[in-house]
């Protein structure tokens, strides 16, 4: 009886459903919202157009929920990309397409992209919506957070416009007239309630009664403040002045309040409610200081957080206490905060800006080399449950803070990078089965910005062994005597590391991502192929595994690409022709005769570098023999001995040493 209940019940929700699509009721409802927002920015408040506006808001969640759940009895949620590489293979993903979105089901994803148009394109609307969170019921604060929520993850650009953000300037900053504000006057409001309970006036124990579930209410408001930070990091839209406002009292106000929800929770003694809400705290805040850490050093937005951020050893034993018991516990293992947040996502996030700002670390204040293992077990997906309790941008954060950790010192060093299956792991992370998921996703941490920002932070970290520039910003903050301990560890392991990245196949991986990358964003794999073909053995491997392909090559010398690219495409070319005359058949094969076009065209090119470095590449192609002087001879030479008269001394200096190596 009772499966035949169930089965009914799930009938008769189909059957609801189909109806809604048909008849358009979510084109209807959103109509409802324009024509209330109308009246109410020509008329002010009226109780009866807030009160239709606060019932289409409801309504329309609970389409949004309902479909949810029906798509959630006859398919598997939604799971991270990063979860999804470990159990799909590539055949299957090419042949599912964009099946991997993060939304549940096809029916829901065509309602939240209807709503997040209607909110970005009609001003009637987020004039309503916003009235919605002026009133103060309940469930009117719960629909319009949980419908801005999913608005946020299915398009980036709705955060900056739940900010105030307008296409061409800052308009208010986050201030009192955005509904980001709004959602801050919510989190402030149910911090109210326990802060000073013997304080409460009538009117605050009167609304505290109509708050039936402030916990809920938190949680969700913390994840679309989350998703709001995030989104702007992930477009590169905006910095945390535009959610917090430029005052410092506002500042610290609103950050304060999330210090206050999480602060809450400590470690297990709490209920799973009150733990996912500090949490989601714990998330929210960690997303905002990512935005601003991107944005500028230390500013006042830093001098308040930061004292309110839990000690790195605190932050460390939050990410064990979600770690499987001994004993095989695994329910709080598997738990996320939405299908898009991850429980272990805020503390990863406060470590690795707590990490940013350290000097020497002392290892045993985050565990050591213990807490790396978690890390790559974490990242390695040993934990074969659910979940590993991160979200997409949990992993890119995660991946951050391995960077950063190695201001520990040697054993550190050791531990990340040459230990065979921790380099394997962090190269699955950029491999095309991951990438591909990414590309299919959307939100934070998704699309063509999450294979960006993973790529890039790969890459950074892989980056470390091998060039100095990047060793000096990670450990510039280090004493003298761990950083020159330090420097002697990477130079005695180098060979062993070569080897490593060999084995685990990162020169192919790294050629294969940049198919992912738009043009614009490959400057940091391109960076970190420039600095890898200084080694014959991996210049070796990543000529076979295509590095000199003619398309990849036109693409990367292309009229549209960024001077940094060029240059360090140059810088390739180079290194490889000074290696021997064998590399010379390799750059012949890469179209010989586009390439000497190019550079031909950046012998006259504006940027002094790229006319310096173009001269250089000319000069090492005729290091070892007179293959390519037929081919050079042909103006190509006039104008390298033109730019010995060069205005710029880059070129000029270039250019008299280039014919040397033509003698």
């Not at 940013?356 to 934990?383: P, R, T």
Request: hydrophobic fraction near 40%.
């Amino acid at each position: 009886m009772t499966i035949k209940h169930a089965e009914v019940e799930q009938n008769t929700l189909k059957e609801i459903l189909d109806h809604a699509k048909v008849s358009n009721v979510i084109g209807t409802l959103l109509s409802c919202l324009v024509t209330c927002g109308i009246s109410l920015m020509s008329a002010g408040s009226s109780s009866n157009l807030l009160r239709a506006a606060c019932e289409a808001c409801e309504a329309i969640w609970s389409l949004i929920d309902s479909f949810e759940i029906q798509s959630t009895k006859e398919n598997a949620p939604p799971v991270s990309p990063f979860r999804n590489m470990y159990v799909h293979s590539l055949d299957i993903i090419n042949s599912k397409g964009d099946e991997y979105g993060p939304f549940i089901g096809k029916d829901c994803d065509k309602i939240v992209e209807a709503v997040a148009q209607a909110f970005l394109t009609s001003e009637d609307i987020r004039v309503a919506i916003f009235h919605c969170l002026r009133q103060r019921l309940e469930a009117s604060w719960s629909s319009v957070i949980q419908i801005m929520l999913r608005c946020c993850l299915h398009n980036e650009s709705v955060a900056s416009v739940l900010c105030g953000i307008s296409n061409s300037s800052v308009v208010s900053r986050g201030g009192d007239n955005t509904i980001i504000s709004q959602v801050f006057s919510i989190i402030s409001l149910c911090a109210s309630f326990d802060r000073h309970p013997q304080l409460d006036d009538d009117t605050n124990n009167n609304l505290k009664s109509k708050v039936s579930d402030p916990s809920a209410l938190i949680l969700h408001s913390c994840l679309l403040v989350a998703s709001v930070a995030q989104s702007l990091v992930s477009s590169r839209t905006g910095t945390a002045v535009n959610m917090l406002t430029s005052s410092p009292k506002t500042q610290q106000c609103r950050i304060s309040d999330l210090a206050h929800h999480y602060s809450l929770c400590n470690g297990r003694q709490h209920s799973l409610q009150t733990h996912s809400m500090s949490m989601s705290a714990i998330l929210a805040l960690a997303s905002i200081l990512y935005l601003e850490s991107r944005a500028s050093p230390q500013t006042t937005i830093y001098d308040t957080a930061f004292s309110l951020i839990p000690q790195t050893a605190t932050l460390c034993d939050y990410i064990r206490i979600l770690t499987p018991d001994d004993d095989g516990d695994k329910s709080s293992h598997q738990l996320m905060l939405s299908y898009w947040h991850g429980f272990r996502d805020g503390c990863v996030g406060l470590l690795y800006y707590k990490l940013i700002w350290a000097g020497s670390l002392d290892i045993h204040e985050f565990g050591g080399v213990d807490m790396i293992q978690n890390f790559f077990d974490f990242l390695g997906n040993k934990y074969l449950y659910e979940t590993t309790g991160l979200s997409q941008f949990g992993v890119l954060w995660m991946v951050n803070c391995l960077r950063w950790f190695l201001k520990g010192g040697p054993s550190i060093f050791r531990q990340v990078f040459l230990t065979m299956e921790h380099v394997k792991v962090l190269c699955d992370l950029i491999s095309d089965v991951h990438l591909k998921l990414i590309g299919c996703s959307v939100g934070p941490g998704g699309g063509k910005n999450g294979i960006r920002d993973i790529v890039q932070a790969v890459s950074y970290i892989l980056q470390f062994p091998l060039d100095d520039s990047v060793q000096k910003l990670v450990l510039q903050n280090m004493e003298s005597c761990d950083k020159k301990s330090m420097v002697v560890e990477v130079e005695t392991s180098m060979h062993m590391y070569i080897q490593i990245i060999l084995e685990v196949g990162l020169p192919g991986q790294l050629i294969k991502c940049l198919e992912h990358l738009e043009l614009k964003d490959t400057a940091i794999p391109v960076q970190l192929l420039s600095i890898m073909v200084n080694h014959r053995s991996l210049a070796l491997e990543l000529v076979g595994k295509g590095l000199l392909n003619p398309k990849l090559i036109k693409r990367l010398l292309n009229d549209s690409s960024p001077t940094q690219i060029k240059i360090k495409v140059l810088q390739i070319v180079s290194e490889v022709a000074k290696l021997d005359e064998e590399f010379h058949k390799k750059i012949e094969g890469a179209d010989i005769i586009h390439i000497l076009q190019q550079l031909k065209a950046f012998l006259t090119h504006e940027d002094p570098y790229i006319r310096g470095w173009t001269c250089n590449a000319i000069g090492e192609m005729c290091r070892h023999s007179s293959y390519f002087y037929s081919l050079l001879a042909t103006q190509i030479i006039a104008l390298l001995v033109g730019l010995v008269f060069d205005k710029d001394i880059y070129p000029r200096c270039r250019a008299l040493l280039a014919p040397g190596n033509m003698l």
